[in-house]
């Protein structure tokens, strides 16, 4: 069967998350319904990462194997079509190699927090951004975030039920940019621990805001202690914008 | 009475538009019914731009008299409070001359559209922009748009419901800029017509979709009639991005 690499966008607020549930709308499951209309005999939709409940994708990559050889572009076409309901694009559709996968092969992950620092709640923005009340110090939550690049044991920086085998990650890069009242956080690397991001994100809002002392953020990291870790930002403002793949030899 | 400048950004997607209507939500309405809860004997809200249905607002500006001397930061807060169940919130308030009228002293308004050309629906900005679904040229868009700079009858872009004494406005400034898929037509003059960024939208986007030769913007200004327009862009990628207003020599 042929295998396609999906490149999807989506607003999570209206689902539980990527992975698909029984009881509760997912991103995963909405594209196996459209899938289920136009190729019946479609198998599963394997996502490069599970994005939790309220988080947005830019650039969430997922591979599928489909019965018969379909154009990529009017695939793409169809599924939009089909997914009209719910707020989840393919931005892109492309015949893979049958043994791309779109989990395993990743070697970068892009994700994107924005936080609007301003007292006046968010209106067009709404659901987009996390409105931080009081002001953030850029500058001091980017000395923070140098603590955490490199190769370490985030076990601060991951949520409880995290199933990843090794709390062990490198994290390549962390950088904290401001343009007007939005602080963007940046983090890249091959693989991210489950609520690595917004753990981190939200120990440098205490930073930003003067709680914590920029070298605390390495503290708590050496602390190997979820205790230690700032409260877990929300999900509304995380984005993954982009997943990387390895040049194919042969491709 | 205390004369109170206000800021203001809104999402247009549920209202009628700025102006209050018996029957229907508008921004003026909310505005109004927020300051009666908490100035009772407050005037009118009078606003720079009366915003069409759906268009956004990221720098509305509007005048109100209140009996009482607010505090201005207190005065946006409380009106954020009661503006909760609507897409507006006051990011500035500031007392002003008694004499300040934020419509007609305003000395600049400034406008952007947005535009994604790209197949995909739009999920994380649907409602903030419009998705053109074939290519645009954004040399040509920019081409066409300069027939338009200057002092000009505009009446082929002009709303038949217009109300505005004369058709003839000065137009200082329509840039076209691209950033990957996003299109942003930027506009700048003192006063605009009703629905005149819509309508040169619409035009410069026949442009850019290659069905119009550049020229023909200045063939479709020349002509004075409202025939000669192309499709008005529709609502919900414009912005009222800012008013400006003179220093005062007082102030």
Redesign the interface.
């Given at each position: 069967m042929p295998r396609f690499k999906l490149t999807l966008?989506?607003?999570g607020g209206p689902f539980s998350g990527w992975q698909r549930q029984a009881d509760a709308p997912s991103v995963q499951g909405a594209l196996e319904e459209a899938l289920a209309r136009i190729a019946p005999e479609a198998g599963p939709v394997t996502g490069a990462g599970r994005t939790d409940a309220g988080v947005?994708a830019?650039g969430q990559v997922a591979h599928v194997d489909v019965a018969r050889a379909w154009d990529p572009f009017r695939l793409?076409?169809a599924l939009?079509h089909h997914l009209?309901r719910w707020?989840?694009?393919?931005?892109s559709a492309q015949e893979a190699e049958t043994d791309f996968h779109a989990r395993f092969d990743a070697v970068e992950r892009l994700y994107r927090y924005r936080i609007r620092d301003?007292?006046?709640?968010?209106?067009?923005e709404?659901g987009?951004a996390w409105r931080h009340h009081g002001p953030l110090d850029e500058a001091a939550m980017a000395e923070g975030a140098a603590h955490l690049v490199g190769h370490h044991d985030f076990t601060t920086f991951r949520a409880a039920q995290c199933q990843a085998l090794s709390p062990v990650k490198t994290l390549d890069a962390v950088t904290v940019e401001r343009s007007g009242d939005e602080i963007a956080v940046t983090a890249r690397a091959r693989s991210f621990l489950h609520n690595q991001v917004r753990s981190i994100v939200g120990t440098l809002a205490q930073v930003g805001a003067g709680r914590w002392p920029p070298a605390r953020v390495g503290e708590a990291l050496a602390a190997c202690d979820r205790a230690a870790c700032g409260p877990v930002a929300p999900p509304q403002g995380l984005?993954l914008v982009a997943v990387r793949y390895p040049e194919r030899a042969d491709g």
């Open positions: 966008e989506y607003h947005h830019l793409a076409a939009n009209k707020p989840i694009a393919v931005t301003r007292r006046a709640p968010l209106t067009v709404k987009l984005y």
